[in-house]
């Protein structure tokens, strides 16, 4: 059962902006699911929220009341994206975007700055088995895939598919890690703002 109630998807990009947020939903929602499904266990919630400011930029918060409501909002979405993983639902955004330049880089962004950023958590040397980094690198390679595709600016058929056939590579990957390394361990990585 969520302990806090997500406050929807417009709610939060108007929540977002107040704070002058530089880092997009989608992208916010793929660097949940990355560090939920992290080995990291140092890794927390607060840590991940941070990051979508550049260093230093994080906003003020005025009051008790203000930090509260601001967290609480943070893990109401974190809390979703927790039983989205639970059920191995973690899915691409849904993205309505005709320019396949536009696609790709948020498609860039979401795999390599949201979850792959996200289930490494700034650790740079995480103990994972050798099938695991392998799925991992290979997220940040249809990433690349994903850049290489919007810099040709190729808008056929074929591209899309090509695309669209990147997207459910990369779900099954990340499929495939929830199923062998995160649901063995779930209970334990329940995690908390403090």
């Given at each position: 059962m969520q302990a806090n109630k997500y406050i929807g998807d417009e709610a939060f990009i108007k929540?977002?902006?107040?704070?002058?947020?530089?880092?997009?939903?989608?992208?916010?929602?793929?660097?949940?699911a990355g560090a939920i499904c992290s080995p990291n266990m140092n890794l927390r919630p607060t840590d991940v929220i941070s990051s979508f400011w550049?260093?230093?930029?994080?906003?003020?918060?005025?009051?008790?009341?203000?930090?509260d409501l601001f967290f609480k909002f943070f893990m109401g979405l974190w809390d979703e994206v927790?039983?989205?993983?639970?059920?191995?639902?973690?899915?691409?955004?849904?993205?309505?975007?005709?320019d396949i330049e536009i696609y790709c880089q948020n498609?860039?962004?979401?795999?390599?700055?949201?979850?792959?950023?996200?289930?490494?958590?700034?650790?740079?040397?995480?103990?994972?088995?050798?099938?695991?980094?392998?799925?991992?690198?290979?997220?940040?390679?249809?990433a690349t895939l994903?850049?290489?595709i919007a810099l040709k600016g190729e808008t056929s058929q074929a591209t899309w598919d090509a695309v669209k056939h990147t997207d459910k590579v990369v779900a099954?990957?990340?499929?495939?890690?929830i199923e062998n390394s995160v649901l063995p361990r779930i209970e334990d990585i329940k995690r908390s703002v403090n």
């Open positions: 929540m977002l902006e107040h704070y002058s947020c530089p880092t997009p939903l989608n992208v916010i929602k793929m660097r949940f550049e260093e230093g930029r994080a906003p003020r918060l005025e009051t008790k009341q203000e930090a927790f039983e989205d993983v639970k059920k191995v639902e973690v899915k691409l955004p849904i993205s309505k975007e005709k498609r860039f962004e979401e795999v390599e700055q949201g979850f792959v950023e996200g289930f490494f958590g700034g650790e740079e040397n995480l103990k994972i088995p050798g099938y695991i980094a392998q799925i991992v690198d290979s997220l940040s390679e249809m994903y850049t290489k099954r990957s990340i499929a495939f890690i």
